[in-house]
C-alpha cells in the first residue's frame, strides 16, 4: 500500500496525503473534510503508519528533515512529498521544515534536533544558515545532503547541471539567428544567479553572441520593480536591443515580460524571454514562458534513495549530477 493508492482512491494529490497522514495537515491549512476523506479512504485499504516513538534507530527517529527556506518556494517541498513512498517504503517519513529570513535558524534547529531526526537534506539558499546546520550535523552525527551546491563537508550532494541547459539555450539562440542578448538577475552575490550569468557569458562567447554589461541586469528585485522597469525603458533609447533576454529564474522572467508588455513590447515579436527553473505555473503564462527545466521530481528521488542506502551503511556517491532541459515555448522566436 502506497500513498499513490490512496491519493488515487481518494481522489486528491501525493502530497496532500502525505501531509494528512504524517500530521501537518492543520499546520499546511488543509481542510478538515479532506482529511476526513484521506483517513477514512487510508483505512479503508488496510493503510497503518506506525508511531513515531516505535520507530526509534539507534536514539534517532525514522525522520528525514527537509530544510527549506521559505524563498525556495513550493517546487522543491512539492518534489519531496511527490517522492515520499520512497521513504515510507523504508520505514522512513519526510520532514519539511520551512524557515523565513527573520526567523533564528539556532533555535529552529535546536528544536528540529531535539527530535532526533535520522538526516538532513538542505538547499544551497540557505547561506550563512547552512554553517550553523554542519555544526549541529558535526555534534549530534546527522548526516547531511546538499541540494542544488556542492560542499565538501557534507556526505553527499545533488546537483542540477545548469551548464546543461543553458548550453541548450544557447545554441538555439546561435541556430534560430539571434546575435545579441540581455541577462536579468538577482544581485551576483547570490550564488546561483552569478553561476548562471558566468554560463552564459562564456557560451555566449563560444558561440559568437554578444552580451554585453548594458544589456544585463542584476539586482534585488523582491522589494520594488522600479530599477528593472528603468532598465526596460533604457531599450528606447539604444542604439540596438538585445532579441533574447534570458533571465535567472522562471519568477524573474515571469516579472520582466509584465514590465515589458507594460512599456509597450511584443513578446515574443519584438524580443524573446528566457527563464530558469521550469515551474508549474510557466504553463499559464501568455506567452508561455521559456525556460531551462530542472528536474525536480528526479532531484528528490535520487536524494531520498541515496540518503537511505547512507543510512543503511552501503557507500554512496559524493556527487550526482542531473541535466537541465531547455524548453522552447512561446515566449521565443527565431530571429528576423
Known amino acids: 500500500m502506497t500513498l499513490k493508492d490512496i491519493a488515487k482512491a481518494s481522489g486528491f494529490s501525493v502530497s496532500t496525503v502525505s501531509t494528512i497522514l504524517s500530521g501537518k495537515a492543520e499546520t499546511f491549512g488543509i481542510k478538515p473534510e479532506t482529511v476526513d476523506i484521506v483517513k477514512r479512504t487510508a ?17 534517532k527517529s525514522n525522520v528525514l528533515s527537509l530544510i527549506l527556506p521559505a524563498e525556495v518556494g ?47 537534506f538542505a538547499v544551497n539558499d540557505l547561506k550563512d544558515n547552512f554553517e550553523t546546520l554542519l555544526e549541529y550535523s558535526k555534534k549530534y552525527k546527522i548526516p547531511v545532503a546538499e541540494i ?10 545533488v ?17 534560430n539567428g539571434h546575435k545579441m542578448i540581455g541577462y536579468v538577475s ?16 562564456n557560451l555566449c562567447a563560444k558561440y559568437h553572441i554578444s552580451i554585453t554589461p548594458e544589456n544585463c541586469f542584476h539586482d534585488n528585485t523582491d522589494l520594488s520593480i522600479d530599477r528593472l522597469q528603468n532598465f526596460v525603458k533604457s531599450f528606447r533609447s539604444a542604439s540596438e536591443m538585445p532579441s533574447v533576454i534570458a533571465c535567472s529564474s522562471d519568477y524573474l522572467a515571469m516579472k ?10 511584443s513578446i515574443p515579436y519584438e524580443i524573446s524571454i528566457i527563464g530558469f527553473d521550469g515551474l508549474e505555473v510557466t504553463a499559464y503564462t501568455v506567452p508561455k514562458l521559456a525556460t ?12 531520498i534513495t541515496t540518503m537511505i542506502n547512507l543510512l543503511n551503511g552501503e557507500k554512496v556517491k559524493f556527487k550526482h549530477e542531473i541535466a537541465t532541459i531547455f ?10
Open 43 to 59: 483505512g479503508e485499504l488496510g493503510y497503518c503508519r506506525n508511531d513515531l516513538a516505535a520507530r526509534v534507530k539507534s536514539g
Open 74 to 120: 513550493s517546487h522543491l517541498y512539492k518534489a519531496f512529498l511527490e517522492a515520499a513512498d520512497i521513504g515510507i517504503n523504508n520505514g522512513y517519513y519526510i520532514h519539511p521544515v520551512v524557515f523565513r529570513r527573520q526567523d533564528n535558524f539556532k533555535v529552529l534547529i535546536e528544536n528540529v534536533v531535539s527530535q532526533r531526526p535520522a538526516a538532513f
Open 148 to 157: 542544488g551546491d556542492t560542499s565538501t563537508k557534507v556526505d553527499f550532494c
Open 159 to 175: 546537483i542540477s547541471n545548469e551548464k546543461k541547459g543553458i548550453e541548450e539555450a544557447v545554441s538555439w539562440i546561435r541556430d
Open 186 to 201: 538577482e544581485d551576483l552575490e547570490c550564488k546561483y544567479a552569478k553561476r548562471r550569468y558566468k554560463y552564459y557569458q
Open 256 to 265: 520582466l515580460m509584465m514590465i515589458l508588455l507594460e512599456a509597450g513590447y
Open 292 to 303: 531551462i527545466e530542472q528536474q525536480w521530481g528526479e532531484l528528490a528521488k535520487y536524494s
Open 327 to 336: 524548453k522552447s515555448n512561446e515566449s521565443v522566436i527565431p530571429f528576423s
